[in-house]
Protein backbone atom coordinates (compact mmCIF):
# COMPACT_ATOMS: atom_id res chain seq x y z
CA UNK A 1 0.00 0.00 0.00
CA UNK A 2 1.53 3.10 -0.79
CA UNK A 3 1.24 5.81 1.75
CA UNK A 4 3.26 7.43 4.21
CA UNK A 5 3.15 7.72 8.13
CA UNK A 6 3.78 11.19 9.32
CA UNK A 7 3.97 12.94 12.59
CA UNK A 8 1.62 13.29 14.74
CA UNK A 9 -0.02 16.55 15.74
CA UNK A 10 -3.99 15.81 16.94
CA UNK A 11 -3.68 16.20 20.32
CA UNK A 12 -3.32 19.69 20.95
CA UNK A 13 -6.50 20.15 19.32
CA UNK A 14 -8.56 17.72 20.89
CA UNK A 15 -10.59 18.78 24.02
CA UNK A 16 -13.95 17.70 25.68
CA UNK A 17 -16.11 20.06 23.55
CA UNK A 18 -16.32 22.04 20.34
CA UNK A 19 -16.57 26.13 21.04
CA UNK A 20 -19.33 28.16 19.36
CA UNK A 21 -18.46 31.01 18.01
CA UNK A 22 -21.69 32.97 16.91
CA UNK A 23 -21.56 36.52 16.97
CA UNK A 24 -19.36 37.87 13.73
CA UNK A 25 -20.43 41.51 13.33
CA UNK A 26 -20.16 41.23 9.61
CA UNK A 27 -20.04 37.66 7.68
CA UNK A 28 -18.07 37.72 4.59
CA UNK A 29 -19.78 34.80 1.88
CA UNK A 30 -17.18 33.96 -0.70
CA UNK A 31 -18.30 33.71 -4.12
CA UNK A 32 -17.18 30.48 -4.83
CA UNK A 33 -18.05 26.34 -4.15
CA UNK A 34 -14.55 24.34 -4.23
CA UNK A 35 -12.92 25.69 -7.64
CA UNK A 36 -16.00 26.75 -9.15
CA UNK A 37 -16.09 30.43 -9.42
CA UNK A 38 -18.93 30.97 -11.78
CA UNK A 39 -21.47 31.81 -9.06
CA UNK A 40 -24.44 34.94 -9.49
CA UNK A 41 -25.61 36.53 -6.63
CA UNK A 42 -29.06 36.69 -5.28
CA UNK A 43 -28.41 39.64 -3.10
CA UNK A 44 -27.28 43.66 -3.66
CA UNK A 45 -26.08 46.14 -1.74
CA UNK A 46 -29.15 47.17 0.94
CA UNK A 47 -30.99 44.22 0.82
CA UNK A 48 -32.54 42.55 3.91
CA UNK A 49 -31.55 38.88 4.56
CA UNK A 50 -32.34 36.32 6.86
CA UNK A 51 -30.59 33.41 8.05
CA UNK A 52 -31.39 30.44 5.54
CA UNK A 53 -32.02 32.98 2.96
CA UNK A 54 -30.15 31.84 -0.45
CA UNK A 55 -27.58 35.26 -1.28
CA UNK A 56 -25.98 32.89 -4.43
CA UNK A 57 -25.75 30.19 -6.83
CA UNK A 58 -23.34 28.49 -8.12
CA UNK A 59 -23.54 27.56 -12.47
CA UNK A 60 -22.96 24.82 -14.54
CA UNK A 61 -24.33 21.48 -14.38
CA UNK A 62 -23.46 20.99 -10.45
CA UNK A 63 -25.03 23.68 -9.19
CA UNK A 64 -25.31 24.98 -5.43
CA UNK A 65 -26.95 27.62 -3.67
CA UNK A 66 -25.01 29.29 -1.20
CA UNK A 67 -26.65 30.63 2.36
CA UNK A 68 -26.53 33.46 5.05
CA UNK A 69 -26.04 31.87 8.52
CA UNK A 70 -26.87 35.27 9.75
CA UNK A 71 -29.82 37.60 9.34
CA UNK A 72 -28.44 41.32 8.30
CA UNK A 73 -28.07 43.69 5.71
CA UNK A 74 -25.96 43.08 2.48
CA UNK A 75 -22.91 45.52 3.19
CA UNK A 76 -21.56 45.32 -0.20
CA UNK A 77 -19.31 42.89 -2.14
CA UNK A 78 -15.89 42.79 -1.16
CA UNK A 79 -12.52 40.82 -1.83
CA UNK A 80 -10.91 38.76 0.36
CA UNK A 81 -8.88 35.49 0.93
CA UNK A 82 -10.34 32.30 1.01
CA UNK A 83 -9.22 28.51 1.37
CA UNK A 84 -7.41 28.20 -2.18
CA UNK A 85 -4.94 31.12 -1.14
CA UNK A 86 -6.56 33.98 -3.42
CA UNK A 87 -9.10 36.56 -3.23
CA UNK A 88 -12.02 36.51 -4.09
CA UNK A 89 -15.68 38.41 -4.45
CA UNK A 90 -16.95 38.08 -0.96
CA UNK A 91 -20.61 39.04 -0.01
CA UNK A 92 -20.23 41.49 3.31
CA UNK A 93 -23.37 41.18 5.74
CA UNK A 94 -23.80 43.39 9.13
CA UNK A 95 -25.40 41.01 11.45
CA UNK A 96 -28.13 42.03 13.27
CA UNK A 97 -27.77 39.72 15.84
CA UNK A 98 -31.49 38.79 15.69
CA UNK A 99 -30.88 35.41 14.20
CA UNK A 100 -34.41 35.87 12.33
CA UNK A 101 -34.67 33.17 9.99
CA UNK A 102 -36.18 31.71 6.86
CA UNK A 103 -38.88 29.28 6.68
CA UNK A 104 -37.26 26.17 6.28
CA UNK A 105 -39.22 22.88 7.46
CA UNK A 106 -37.80 19.30 7.45
CA UNK A 107 -39.66 17.13 4.39
CA UNK A 108 -42.08 14.74 6.60
CA UNK A 109 -40.43 11.20 6.64
CA UNK A 110 -43.47 9.29 4.82
CA UNK A 111 -42.45 11.81 1.70
CA UNK A 112 -38.84 10.49 1.65
CA UNK A 113 -37.76 8.77 -1.70
CA UNK A 114 -34.68 8.80 -3.03
CA UNK A 115 -36.37 11.60 -5.47
CA UNK A 116 -36.86 14.31 -2.61
CA UNK A 117 -33.94 13.09 -0.56
CA UNK A 118 -31.78 13.79 -3.82
CA UNK A 119 -33.88 17.34 -4.21
CA UNK A 120 -32.83 17.97 -0.44
CA UNK A 121 -29.22 17.62 -0.88
CA UNK A 122 -29.15 19.91 -3.55
CA UNK A 123 -31.70 22.43 -2.30
CA UNK A 124 -30.09 23.13 1.02
CA UNK A 125 -26.49 23.27 -0.78
CA UNK A 126 -25.08 20.09 1.44
CA UNK A 127 -22.02 19.73 -0.43
CA UNK A 128 -18.25 17.41 0.58
CA UNK A 129 -16.78 18.91 3.87
CA UNK A 130 -13.82 17.19 3.97
CA UNK A 131 -12.10 19.60 1.58
CA UNK A 132 -13.35 19.14 -1.62
CA UNK A 133 -17.14 20.76 -1.88
CA UNK A 134 -18.23 18.31 -4.31
CA UNK A 135 -21.97 18.85 -4.34
CA UNK A 136 -23.41 15.96 -2.33
CA UNK A 137 -26.39 15.21 -4.39
CA UNK A 138 -24.18 14.24 -7.60
CA UNK A 139 -23.49 11.47 -5.42
CA UNK A 140 -27.05 9.88 -4.96
CA UNK A 141 -28.52 10.89 -8.03
CA UNK A 142 -29.16 8.52 -11.01
CA UNK A 143 -30.17 4.78 -11.39
CA UNK A 144 -27.29 3.18 -9.90
CA UNK A 145 -28.07 0.98 -7.05
CA UNK A 146 -26.14 2.38 -4.42
CA UNK A 147 -25.00 -0.75 -2.46
CA UNK A 148 -22.21 0.63 0.05
CA UNK A 149 -22.04 3.22 1.98
CA UNK A 150 -18.20 4.71 3.38
CA UNK A 151 -18.25 7.49 5.87
CA UNK A 152 -14.30 9.14 6.00
CA UNK A 153 -13.64 9.54 9.63
CA UNK A 154 -9.84 9.07 8.94
CA UNK A 155 -8.84 12.74 9.10
CA UNK A 156 -5.48 11.30 7.51
CA UNK A 157 -3.80 14.83 8.09
CA UNK A 158 -1.77 15.78 10.62
CA UNK A 159 -3.15 18.59 13.09
CA UNK A 160 -6.67 18.53 11.75
CA UNK A 161 -9.29 17.22 14.28
CA UNK A 162 -12.53 18.44 12.86
CA UNK A 163 -13.93 15.32 12.12
CA UNK A 164 -12.66 13.70 15.22
CA UNK A 165 -14.32 16.34 17.05
CA UNK A 166 -17.68 16.23 15.38
CA UNK A 167 -17.98 12.32 16.26
CA UNK A 168 -16.79 12.95 19.55
CA UNK A 169 -19.89 15.38 20.59
CA UNK A 170 -22.07 13.99 18.27
CA UNK A 171 -21.88 10.54 17.56
CA UNK A 172 -25.76 9.27 18.16
CA UNK A 173 -27.11 12.11 15.46
CA UNK A 174 -23.93 10.84 12.93
CA UNK A 175 -25.28 6.62 13.70
CA UNK A 176 -29.11 8.10 13.22
CA UNK A 177 -28.30 10.37 10.01
CA UNK A 178 -26.36 7.29 8.51
CA UNK A 179 -29.04 4.63 8.91
CA UNK A 180 -31.55 7.55 7.76
CA UNK A 181 -29.54 7.78 4.76
CA UNK A 182 -29.40 3.80 4.17
CA UNK A 183 -33.27 3.28 4.36
CA UNK A 184 -34.13 6.22 2.10
CA UNK A 185 -32.23 5.03 -0.48
CA UNK A 186 -32.06 1.57 -0.06
CA UNK A 187 -27.96 1.20 0.89
CA UNK A 188 -27.48 -2.76 2.08
CA UNK A 189 -23.70 -1.46 4.06
CA UNK A 190 -21.78 1.01 5.87
CA UNK A 191 -18.85 1.12 6.68
CA UNK A 192 -17.09 4.23 9.44
CA UNK A 193 -13.65 4.23 8.78
CA UNK A 194 -11.50 5.60 11.19
CA UNK A 195 -7.66 5.46 11.60
CA UNK A 196 -6.13 2.54 13.92
CA UNK A 197 -5.12 3.18 17.40
CA UNK A 198 -7.96 6.01 17.38
CA UNK A 199 -8.68 4.30 20.63
CA UNK A 200 -11.11 6.91 22.52
CA UNK A 201 -13.16 7.28 19.04
CA UNK A 202 -13.43 3.61 18.71
CA UNK A 203 -14.69 2.70 22.01
CA UNK A 204 -17.11 5.92 21.75
CA UNK A 205 -18.12 4.47 18.48
CA UNK A 206 -18.80 0.84 19.68
CA UNK A 207 -20.78 1.65 22.79
CA UNK A 208 -23.55 3.26 20.31
CA UNK A 209 -23.37 0.98 16.96
CA UNK A 210 -24.73 -2.04 18.20
CA UNK A 211 -28.33 -1.37 17.38
CA UNK A 212 -26.97 -0.70 13.77
CA UNK A 213 -26.50 -4.05 12.48
CA UNK A 214 -25.88 -2.57 8.85
CA UNK A 215 -23.49 -0.33 10.16
CA UNK A 216 -19.83 -1.51 10.70
CA UNK A 217 -16.75 0.02 12.05
CA UNK A 218 -13.39 -0.64 10.80
CA UNK A 219 -10.04 0.70 10.98
CA UNK A 220 -7.76 1.46 8.28
CA UNK A 221 -3.75 1.99 8.14
CA UNK A 222 -2.17 5.00 9.77
CA UNK A 223 -0.85 6.35 6.20
CA UNK A 224 -1.16 9.48 4.17
CA UNK A 225 -3.57 9.42 2.23
CA UNK A 226 -5.55 6.93 3.42
CA UNK A 227 -8.87 9.11 3.79
CA UNK A 228 -8.16 9.94 -0.14
CA UNK A 229 -11.57 8.46 -1.45
CA UNK A 230 -9.58 5.68 -4.07
CA UNK A 231 -8.12 4.31 -1.33
CA UNK A 232 -10.80 3.94 1.30
CA UNK A 233 -12.40 1.94 -1.43
CA UNK A 234 -9.66 -0.06 -2.35
CA UNK A 235 -8.88 -0.95 1.29
CA UNK A 236 -12.15 -1.73 2.34
CA UNK A 237 -14.43 -3.18 -0.78
CA UNK A 238 -11.44 -4.36 -2.62
CA UNK A 239 -11.95 -2.24 -5.86
CA UNK A 240 -11.06 0.21 -8.30
CA UNK A 241 -13.01 2.60 -10.22
CA UNK A 242 -12.21 5.05 -12.72
CA UNK A 243 -14.07 8.61 -12.15
CA UNK A 244 -16.45 7.99 -9.11
CA UNK A 245 -17.45 5.00 -6.78
CA UNK A 246 -20.79 4.59 -7.59
CA UNK A 247 -19.71 2.65 -11.18
CA UNK A 248 -19.02 0.01 -8.26
CA UNK A 249 -22.02 0.57 -5.96
CA UNK A 250 -20.26 2.93 -3.45
CA UNK A 251 -20.93 6.28 -2.42
CA UNK A 252 -18.22 7.77 -0.30
CA UNK A 253 -19.03 10.55 2.42
CA UNK A 254 -16.97 12.53 4.78
CA UNK A 255 -18.76 12.62 8.73
CA UNK A 256 -19.06 16.20 8.60
CA UNK A 257 -21.26 16.14 5.15
CA UNK A 258 -23.06 13.10 7.34
CA UNK A 259 -24.16 15.67 10.24
CA UNK A 260 -24.89 18.16 7.62
CA UNK A 261 -27.60 15.51 5.81
CA UNK A 262 -28.79 14.73 9.18
CA UNK A 263 -29.25 18.51 9.81
CA UNK A 264 -30.78 19.05 6.71
CA UNK A 265 -33.09 15.46 6.86
CA UNK A 266 -34.18 16.49 10.77
CA UNK A 267 -34.52 20.11 10.75
CA UNK A 268 -34.54 21.17 6.83
CA UNK A 269 -31.00 23.18 8.21
CA UNK A 270 -29.13 24.30 5.02
CA UNK A 271 -25.52 24.46 5.02
CA UNK A 272 -24.52 27.18 7.07
CA UNK A 273 -21.67 26.24 9.20
CA UNK A 274 -19.28 24.08 10.15
CA UNK A 275 -16.70 23.04 12.36
CA UNK A 276 -13.11 24.34 11.77
CA UNK A 277 -9.96 23.08 13.83
CA UNK A 278 -8.17 26.11 14.76
CA UNK A 279 -4.21 24.74 15.62
CA UNK A 280 -0.43 24.97 15.05
CA UNK A 281 2.58 26.06 17.52
CA UNK A 282 1.63 29.62 17.19
CA UNK A 283 -1.78 29.73 18.54
CA UNK A 284 -2.54 29.56 23.07
CA UNK A 285 -5.57 27.19 23.15
CA UNK A 286 -5.96 25.29 19.51
CA UNK A 287 -9.31 23.67 19.64
CA UNK A 288 -12.30 23.35 17.30
CA UNK A 289 -14.62 25.54 16.34
CA UNK A 290 -18.22 25.74 15.54
CA UNK A 291 -18.15 28.68 12.72
CA UNK A 292 -21.11 30.23 10.29
CA UNK A 293 -19.41 30.12 6.83
CA UNK A 294 -18.17 33.52 6.01
CA UNK A 295 -16.89 34.19 9.40
CA UNK A 296 -13.80 35.81 9.14
CA UNK A 297 -11.05 33.73 10.29
CA UNK A 298 -8.72 36.08 12.51
CA UNK A 299 -11.73 36.86 14.66
CA UNK A 300 -12.04 33.53 15.80
CA UNK A 301 -8.24 33.74 16.04
CA UNK A 302 -8.14 36.47 18.36
CA UNK A 303 -10.65 34.27 20.75
CA UNK A 304 -8.21 32.01 21.13
CA UNK A 305 -5.25 34.15 21.26
CA UNK A 306 -1.63 34.07 19.60
CA UNK A 307 2.03 33.21 21.51
CA UNK A 308 3.27 36.11 19.74
CA UNK A 309 2.43 38.72 16.87
CA UNK A 310 4.55 38.53 14.45
CA UNK A 311 6.68 35.99 12.27
CA UNK A 312 3.66 33.75 11.85
CA UNK A 313 2.69 31.75 8.95
CA UNK A 314 -1.45 31.13 7.96
CA UNK A 315 -2.00 28.23 6.26
CA UNK A 316 -5.76 27.15 4.93
CA UNK A 317 -6.39 23.60 5.36
CA UNK A 318 -3.64 21.07 6.64
CA UNK A 319 -0.01 21.08 6.48
CA UNK A 320 0.04 18.85 3.31
CA UNK A 321 -2.40 19.72 0.92
CA UNK A 322 -3.15 23.26 2.34
CA UNK A 323 -2.40 26.60 1.24
CA UNK A 324 0.12 29.57 2.63
CA UNK A 325 -1.50 32.57 2.67
CA UNK A 326 0.29 36.14 3.84
CA UNK A 327 -2.61 36.93 6.27
CA UNK A 328 -5.55 35.87 8.45
CA UNK A 329 -7.81 38.06 6.47
CA UNK A 330 -9.31 34.85 5.98
CA UNK A 331 -13.00 33.67 5.64
CA UNK A 332 -14.61 30.93 5.93
CA UNK A 333 -16.06 28.72 3.53
CA UNK A 334 -17.44 25.25 3.46
CA UNK A 335 -14.41 23.34 2.89
CA UNK A 336 -12.15 24.74 5.06
CA UNK A 337 -11.95 22.32 7.74
CA UNK A 338 -8.44 23.62 9.31
CA UNK A 339 -7.13 27.08 10.28
CA UNK A 340 -2.68 26.52 10.88
CA UNK A 341 -0.89 29.08 12.96
CA UNK A 342 2.64 28.09 12.30
CA UNK A 343 6.17 29.60 13.53
CA UNK A 344 7.60 31.68 10.36
CA UNK A 345 10.98 29.74 9.03
CA UNK A 346 13.24 30.79 6.11
CA UNK A 347 12.42 28.05 3.31
CA UNK A 348 15.48 26.35 2.81
CA UNK A 349 16.70 26.93 -1.18
CA UNK A 350 15.47 24.30 -3.77
CA UNK A 351 18.44 22.25 -4.82
CA UNK A 352 18.82 20.37 -8.23
CA UNK A 353 16.58 17.44 -8.59
CA UNK A 354 18.50 14.15 -6.72
CA UNK A 355 17.43 11.81 -9.78
CA UNK A 356 16.52 9.85 -6.56
CA UNK A 357 13.23 8.61 -7.51
CA UNK A 358 11.41 8.89 -4.26
CA UNK A 359 8.87 11.39 -5.62
CA UNK A 360 7.68 8.48 -8.06
CA UNK A 361 7.81 5.78 -5.48
CA UNK A 362 5.83 7.43 -2.96
CA UNK A 363 3.06 8.90 -5.58
CA UNK A 364 -0.36 7.49 -4.61
CA UNK A 365 -1.53 7.68 -8.11
CA UNK A 366 1.04 6.23 -9.83
CA UNK A 367 2.45 9.05 -12.03
CA UNK A 368 5.98 10.61 -12.07
CA UNK A 369 6.03 14.18 -10.49
CA UNK A 370 9.79 14.65 -11.34
CA UNK A 371 8.82 13.76 -15.45
CA UNK A 372 6.00 16.46 -15.01
CA UNK A 373 8.38 18.91 -13.64
CA UNK A 374 10.53 18.25 -16.36
CA UNK A 375 8.60 18.73 -19.37
CA UNK A 376 6.11 21.50 -18.26
CA UNK A 377 6.41 23.19 -21.42
CA UNK A 378 6.03 20.33 -23.59
CA UNK A 379 2.46 19.46 -23.93
CA UNK A 380 2.76 16.66 -26.14
CA UNK A 381 5.26 15.18 -23.27
CA UNK A 382 2.68 16.12 -20.24
CA UNK A 383 -0.12 14.61 -22.13
CA UNK A 384 1.18 11.34 -21.76
CA UNK A 385 2.23 11.68 -18.05
CA UNK A 386 -1.13 12.39 -17.04
CA UNK A 387 -0.70 15.41 -14.13
CA UNK A 388 -4.80 15.71 -13.91
CA UNK A 389 -4.64 12.29 -11.92
CA UNK A 390 -2.54 14.00 -9.39
CA UNK A 391 -4.91 14.68 -6.17
CA UNK A 392 -2.43 17.25 -4.68
CA UNK A 393 -1.41 15.35 -1.65
CA UNK A 394 1.71 17.06 -1.02
CA UNK A 395 3.79 13.67 -0.59
CA UNK A 396 5.96 14.58 -3.52
CA UNK A 397 7.55 17.84 -1.94
CA UNK A 398 7.29 16.30 1.61
CA UNK A 399 9.62 13.60 0.44
CA UNK A 400 12.17 15.41 -2.02
CA UNK A 401 15.25 15.61 -0.31
CA UNK A 402 16.49 17.87 -2.46
CA UNK A 403 13.36 20.23 -0.97
CA UNK A 404 11.72 21.16 -4.47
CA UNK A 405 8.09 21.89 -3.89
CA UNK A 406 7.40 19.36 -6.43
CA UNK A 407 3.72 19.54 -6.45
CA UNK A 408 3.27 22.90 -7.23
CA UNK A 409 5.18 22.05 -10.74
CA UNK A 410 2.60 19.31 -10.82
CA UNK A 411 -0.29 22.28 -10.62
CA UNK A 412 1.04 24.03 -13.04
CA UNK A 413 1.03 20.97 -15.56
CA UNK A 414 -2.40 20.53 -14.84
CA UNK A 415 -2.81 23.93 -15.14
CA UNK A 416 -1.52 24.06 -18.63
CA UNK A 417 -3.14 20.95 -19.98
CA UNK A 418 -6.55 22.74 -18.70
CA UNK A 419 -5.72 25.95 -20.90
CA UNK A 420 -4.43 23.83 -23.53
CA UNK A 421 -7.91 21.93 -24.07
CA UNK A 422 -9.58 24.85 -23.54
CA UNK A 423 -8.52 26.70 -26.74
Not at 46 to 68: L, N, R
Not at 77 to 83: D, G
Not at 133 to 152: C, D, E, H, R, S
Not at 216 to 222: H, S
Amino acid sequence: MIGMKLEKKKTMSITDSVTIYNKPKYIYIPLINGSNQDVIPFVKKGDYVKKGDVVAKTKGDMSIPIFSGVSGIVIDTVMSYCFNGKKVPCIQIENDFLDTQANYEPIPKGELTKETFVNLLHDKGIVGLGGSAFPTYVKYQGNNKIKTLIINAVECEPYITADYMLFKTKVEEVLEGIDWIMNIVDIDEAYIAIKVNTDELKELIQHFIGTYPKIKLIEVPNLYPMGWEKSLVQYIKHVDYKKLPIEKGIVVNNVSTIYAIYEALKYGKPLMERIVTFTGEMLKEPKNVLIKIGTPISEVIETIGYKRQKDLVFVAGGPMMGESLPTDELMATANLNCVLVLPFYENEVSKVCLRCGKCVQICPVKISPVLVKDSLKDLDELKKLKPERCIECGLCSYICPAKIFVREFVRQAKQNLRKEQSK
